[in-house]
């Protein structure tokens, strides 16, 4: 049985870097929310994950950030774009008080998303050890300490295998207002080299909500940084509404595979604009049905709803290796017909 498993869009948030004294610091800010975008080719979506969903679910993480580069999956529910930053958010002047009064403890909403004024993280960080990241978040409508967090991407999207998703930091100067955060993680020792972005989150007490990039490169792991190699994959062409669909593949990988689920789209994505699922998944997983986590054949079976439209529906497979390299691509279509 292959356990289940949802992986993350791919994070991308590009950040041009300055390097100082074996830090790097970001210069530009980046939000994390891409307005959702209806874009339905094989090659946008390829890069894009499927949606989460299984809210039940204990290894459902926070929802899938959009793509830079890849627009959410149709049908992903993605949080609207936030306010843009307004250059001029600065501390509460209220806080200066005068007259003897006490400085209030709100002030009006700014409209605009947390000051991320720097991250510093090593440039270098090499697997088997842990690194801690700082950044400064400044906001006169105070943070929500619930909502200051960082993630980690990688070449194929959201790296939650060393330190969770995402890494809640925590405060270690000054405070809600103005103040500098902090997060430590391990990277494991088979942590695949390259270049990874870490991004740091943060939402004022209004939930306007900034994101801000850095880079840093892992040495000293493993050097396979390939996904799951999927071939032969088979559906049948043609299903009536109601009928239950079975779906067989190879998978492949030199560091074991992790999991290879599929995922079905129709012409309005992999679920309608109410966020129902195309098809039924059941229970998510997939089996394996002979062969190894090196090397195997995997079988998952779906229901398609009585009330399914007929029209072409494509096949799609999320899998990704014990390291964690992953890919969500299209394998074929079949045609629901009454
Ligand atoms: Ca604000
Ligand atoms: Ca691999």
Avoid at 112 to 127: D, E, L, R
Avoid at 301 to 320: D, K
Wanted: aromatic share 8%; charged share 10%; glycine share 8%.
């Amino acid at each position: 049985m292959v356990r289940k498993k949802f992986p993350h869009a791919a994070l991308v948030v590009a950040a041009s870097v300055t390097v100082t004294a074996g830090c790097s610091v970001t210069e530009s800010t980046a939000s994390s929310n891409e307005p959702l975008a209806s874009v339905r080719s094989a090659q946008e979506l390829a890069a894009q994950e499927p949606p989460s969903p299984a809210p039940s679910d204990p290894q459902t993480e926070a929802p899938a950030a959009p793509s830079a580069e890849a627009p959410a999956a149709p049908g992903t529910q993605v949080p609207s774009e936030s306010p843009a930053e307004a250059p001029g958010d600065t501390r509460a002047e209220t806080a200066a008080g005068g007259e003897g009064q006490a400085a209030p403890t709100q002030t009006e909403n700014d409209g605009a998303g947390p000051a991320i004024t720097w991250v510093s993280v090593p440039t270098t960080i090499t697997a088997g050890s842990s690194f801690t990241a700082t950044f400064s978040v400044i906001d006169q409508n105070r943070i929500s300490p619930q909502s200051v967090n960082v993630t980690i991407g990688g070449s194929s999207g959201f790296v939650t295998t060393w330190c969770g998703f995402s890494i809640l930091a925590s405060l270690v100067s000054g405070d809600t207002a103005d103040g500098v955060w902090s997060i430590s993680c391990q990277v494991p020792a088979n942590a695949v080299n390259g270049s990874y972005t870490l991004s740091a989150h943060a939402q004022d007490s209004y939930a306007n909500s900034t994101a801000r990039a850095s880079a840093f490169t892992v040495v000293g792991g493993t050097s396979d940084d390939q996904a799951p190699a999927i071939s032969g994959v088979t559906a049948p062409a043609q299903v009536a509404p109601g009928s239950r669909i079975t779906f067989t593949w190879n998978a492949a990988d030199a560091s074991g595979v992790d999991y290879a689920l599929v995922w079905v789209a129709n012409s309005t994505g992999f679920a309608s604009t109410a966020g129902v699922p195309v098809v039924d998944y059941g229970d998510y997983t997939s089996r394996r049905t002979s062969g190894s986590e090196r090397a195997g054949a995997y079988t998952q079976s779906v229901t398609l709803p009585a009330t399914a439209e007929p029209g072409t529906y494509s096949v799609w497979i999320s899998t990704a290796d014990t390291l964690g390299n992953k890919t969500f691509e299209q394998y074929g279509t079949f045609t629901v017909d009454r």
